[in-house]
């Protein structure tokens, strides 16, 4: 009798394994899982995006670039090298916003070298669009692919993945339903679930486009009792978030000079965090709980623009540089992250200064003396734009100061000597005593 029970546990357990090697056999045939995962990242996923670069759509994304610094970079890749694991990709440099307060970038000249292998999963998958793909082949290897990754950050990220990959297949494709169920119950090794116990079920993701979060409804598979888990799991996502975007606003809802902790953002990006929240979690406690706080920091915001808005109406009616320069200061603080805002004050201290065409003198130094520190914390939120540095330069030109040097020389790397502003730099360079 023992013996009957132990080959009767080793047939389920081979009935297991057979229904879920079942979905293999559909695509690949006798193919391992090993092969599949090694094809579809060694040939069919660079190949993919070669084509996809070819046709002169080039995927942005975001991915570590070793040769800049040890950041996750936003880059636009532009092509595969025929090693197939290697990305050419150039950095996006953030430049400014629009009035939306939507970021806008600058794509660097400079191409640099980009490894497959340290491209975060998630940026990965937002990158493949597997829905537009109508070949399941596809999407099942990348979904193998997938299951044989690891996370570190997100030990749980690349099986919910895959089920999102997988579940676009089990929309489309009646035939494999049962085939991708069993795949899943067998590679997560899920107890107490069958086949058709798995339900397509939107999930609300963020995922990052440039700096900007954004929410969407993905589709998944989940089973009934995952689909409470993961309400759990929102509740406490929820209380993080929140938390989140009362630091990002700093002291709200005081007077400027009170303020201790400044906004952490553009202000218009934390107001469309709080919209995003709102859609996010909606069906929350803690929204049910705390949606007064967000109206608190909704209205904080609105009032901070009406003062911004009226010191300009101040600067707009003021006769001199230095006075238009002055009504602005004050609200500086209420927006940190406002380039433009920013932007306009260091003007007019600039226009104050009337620095001679050549650079070497100024009427009065007060005004470059002023705009020098507003024009440095621009550039540590925009690096990469060479009219403010152009305009910095100026102001330390004035003082005969070597980081104008400096600023010129950077100009001239990033946009070329024969540019406009190259040349401009070039020549401010030989006014410095440099040829």
Not at 76 to 88: A, P, Q, W
Request: net charge neutral; charged share 35%.
């Amino acid at each position: 009798m023992a013996h009957l029970a132990l080959l009767a546990l080793a047939a389920a357990v081979f009935a297991g394994n057979a229904d879920a090697a079942a979905l293999i056999k559909r695509f690949f045939g006798t193919q391992s899982e090993n092969k599949i995962a090694d094809v579809w990242i060694g040939e069919t996923w660079p190949n993919t995006l070669r084509e996809i670069c070819k046709a002169g759509n080039f995927p942005r994304t975001k991915i570590r670039v070793p040769d800049t610094k040890p950041d996750i970079e936003l880059v636009e890749i532009r092509d595969v090298k025929n090693d197939n694991k290697t990305l050419v990709v150039h950095l996006l440099l953030r430049i400014d916003e629009n009035e939306k307060g939507e970021p806008e970038y600058r794509v660097d000249a400079t191409p640099h070298d980009a490894k497959i292998e340290n491209w975060r999963l998630r940026y990965l998958v937002d990158c493949s669009d597997v829905s537009r793909n109508d070949d399941d082949a596809f999407a099942v290897a990348f979904a193998v692919w997938l299951y044989a990754q690891k996370d570190a950050k997100e030990p749980d990220l690349p099986a919910q993945l895959a089920r999102r990959v997988l579940a676009v297949v089990h929309n489309r494709n009646e035939a494999a339903r049962v085939d991708i169920e069993d795949y899943i119950i067998e590679r997560e090794k899920l107890k107490n679930v069958k086949s058709g116990d798995f339900v397509i079920a939107p999930v609300l993701d963020m995922y990052m486009e440039g700096e900007t979060m954004f929410s969407v409804e993905r589709e998944t598979l989940l089973t009934k009792a995952q689909q409470v888990m993961a309400a759990r799991k929102l509740e406490n996502d929820a209380e993080n978030k929140l938390f989140e975007i009362t630091d990002s606003l700093g002291d709200y809802g005081k007077p400027a000079a009170s303020r201790k902790r400044l906004p952490k953002k553009f202000l218009v990006l934390i107001q469309w965090d709080i919209k995003q929240y709102r859609v996010r979690y909606k069906d929350t406690k803690c929204l049910a709980r705390e949606g007064k706080t967000l109206d608190a920091m909704d209205k904080s915001i609105v009032d901070d623009w009406a003062a911004i808005a009226a010191a300009r109406a101040d600067a707009d009616r003021a006769k001199t540089n230095d006075k238009k320069a002055e009504a602005l200061e004050p609200v500086l603080t209420l927006d940190p992250h406002d380039v433009r805002l920013a932007r306009d004050c260091a003007g007019f201290w600039v226009e104050h200064a009337e620095i001679q065409e050549d650079g070497k003198n100024c009427k009065l130094v007060e005004g470059a003396d002023r705009a020098r520190p507003i024009y440095e914390r621009i550039l540590k939120l925009r690096p990469g734009n060479t009219a403010y540095m152009y305009n910095l330069a100026r102001c330390h030109q004035v003082k005969r100061e070597d980081r104008a040097k400096e600023l010129y020389r950077e100009i001239i790397r990033l946009d070329g000597k024969n540019s406009e502003r190259g040349k401009k730099a070039d020549k401010m360079l030989e006014n410095m005593g440099e040829k």
